[in-house]
């Protein structure tokens, strides 16, 4: 696939002299490339999330037969799918190509639609038509998660955290928009709604070039434990919490904290791009929680507004930092985002479930005069702040979150040699003093990239790759292409695998 940088880097760059910084800023200052296009086929992950909010999670329609235990249904099928599909994801992967795949999915999402509206209209059998609606919504949903998946495994995380943050507050808008449609017009529009995100994931995977869309090769990789640790932290203790967020007109997606966190998100990455921070994320996710849980447990689950919106804006950061962090090892080493992000989804829900529970049984107990809902907010608390270690534990957001590569020959031994050389980069980035953004174009020169092909993957305006690459060269003090990949070693990988990452990036400035 490709690689990246995601995380700045805390280094102090060289100092570039009077004409480098006349070109930097003419590069970097106009409007032009702060205020980007952003295609609207990629925002098809928030028509979907609108969806599930005005069918299963949080609606404002109010079937009246519908129950928690129908959520919990819907739930457990979309899991056992994507399990099943992770097993099975060598052998089915890709599917942003199976034509079969996109039409399951929006049948089984249509239906679903149809036998929960129906359920408010035909009282007799509305149980049996809400447990045949959740079942089916959870294969259709389980399926259109894996197909975005695979389109966000292809995008360098610049372009995750922007159309994906982007995709959240497009979701939020369209649910607001159909809480003002009554219910003929409401069912209508809500059935369109799984069709049109399906059509823009079509057209989303034809946007992106033949080479950059998902291959069908298997990387034999561990499971990167630490972002599975660190998921299971917040989505167990948003768990705890997730029925605040639901509190007054607003649903988890249409939440106002959801709308504002994200839009935040946006205006951040669209004017600091070079200098985008992604532990921000991390900042902005563990104080609104701990906020949320001190507040909800101060003021009560029934009546904490204010609450609902900080638990709603903590798990958007949260949510969008996941993203970033397993499409990134799509996009760097070729993971298969079946595998990687179905099993993902899965584990979250599930520590969601059970964070449910916790609550749910939490609050039928008394503990030496401690309210068992007290105890579970101090369990959430303790969760969030152990999945905060884990995240700053690491230095830098890129690294492979406790993933092993398992080396081998085909697309094994190519994910192998790949992170070598990332780590290369990465060395001669800290040792010659290059800015996150020159990190970048370093390794995409390492990849034999194009000038051209650099601008289009960092989503720069015209030029400013250009002087992007002579920084490096300057830094380095080459001058041709063959030079930069003697220094990194890449002529020599295979022959010297063995030998310490420190003595290949050393080369001929030792």
């Known amino acids: 696939m490709h690689s990246s940088n995601v995380a700045a880097q805390n280094v102090a760059p060289a100092k570039p002299s009077s004409g480098d910084q006349a070109q930097e800023k003419k590069t970097h200052r106009p409007l032009r490339d702060v205020l980007v296009p952003i295609p ?3 925002l098809g992950l928030g028509v979907y999330r609108a969806w599930i909010e005005i069918t299963f999670v949080g609606s404002f329609v109010g079937f009246q037969a519908f129950s928690v235990s129908m959520r919990d249904i819907f739930d457990l099928t979309a899991i056992v799918e994507m399990l ?16 079969r795949v996109y039409i399951l999915s929006g049948s ?8 929960l509206f129906a359920s408010s209209f035909m009282p007799s059998i509305a149980l049996e038509l809400c447990f045949a609606s959740s079942v089916l919504g959870g294969l259709g949903l ?103 967020a639901y509190r007054g007109a607003f649903g988890p997606h249409s939440s ?29 996710a563990l104080p609104l929680t701990v906020v949320a849980l001190f507040s909800i447990s101060v003021f009560g689950f029934a009546d904490d507004v204010f609450g609902g919106y900080c638990v709603a804006g903590g798990y958007t950061a949260f949510t ?70 884990v995240l700053l534990s690491q230095k830098e957001l890129s690294n492979t979150w406790g993933a092993s590569f398992f080396d081998g020959s085909g697309a094994d031994g190519q994910a192998v040699r790949k992170q070598e050389i990332v780590d290369r980069c ?21 990849q034999r990239k194009t000038v051209g092909q650099i601008e289009h993957e960092l989503f720069i305006a015209n030029g400013t790759a250009k002087a992007h690459v002579r920084h490096v060269y300057q830094k380095f003090d080459i001058h041709s292409r063959e030079e930069l990949f003697d220094l990194i070693g890449i002529d020599g990988l295979q022959s010297n695998a063995d030998a310490p990452v420190e003595e290949l990036a050393a080369g001929k400035h030792a």
Do not use: H
């Not at 099943?84 to 034509?99: E, Q, S, T």
């Open 108 to 115: 089984f999402m249509l239906l679903s639609t149809v036998l």
């Open 320 to 389: 969008i930092l996941i993203m970033v962090l397993c499409s990134n090892l799509c996009y760097r080493y070729g993971v298969s985002a079946i595998w990687l992000f179905g099993l993902e989804r899965s584990l979250r829900l599930v520590f969601m479930f059970l964070g449910r529970c916790v609550y749910e049984y939490g609050s039928m107990i008394d503990v030496g005069g401690v309210r068992g809902t007290t105890i579970a907010i101090g369990i959430a608390i303790v969760a969030v702040i152990m999945g905060t270690f």
């Open 256 to 284: 106002p904290g959801t709308f504002i966190v994200a839009v935040l998100v946006v205006i951040g990455v669209l004017v600091q791009r070079d200098k985008f921070d992604f532990n921000v994320l991390c900042r902005i």
């Open 84 to 99: 099943a599909c992770v097993a099975l994801a060598r052998r089915i992967g890709p599917l942003f190509n199976r034509a």
């Open 426 to 446: 990465e060395l001669l980035a800290k040792r010659f003093g290059l800015t996150s953004r020159e990190t970048e174009v370093l390794m995409l020169l390492a």
């Open 142 to 244: 389980g399926l259109i998660i894996l197909i975005f998946s695979e389109l966000y495994g292809c995008l360098n995380p610049i372009r995750v955290t922007l159309y994906y943050a982007s995709s959240l507050v497009f979701g939020a808008l369209i649910v607001y928009v159909y809480m003002g449609f009554k219910m003929p017009w409401l069912f209508a529009m809500t059935a369109l709604l799984p069709v049109a995100a399906l059509l823009c994931a079509r057209r989303a995977f034809g946007l992106l070039p033949e080479g950059e869309r998902p291959q069908k090769t298997w990387v034999s990789v561990s499971v990167p434990w630490k972002i599975m640790l660190l998921m299971g932290f917040f989505a167990f203790s948003y768990g705890i919490i997730e029925s605040s």
């Open 40 to 42: 609207l086929a990629f």
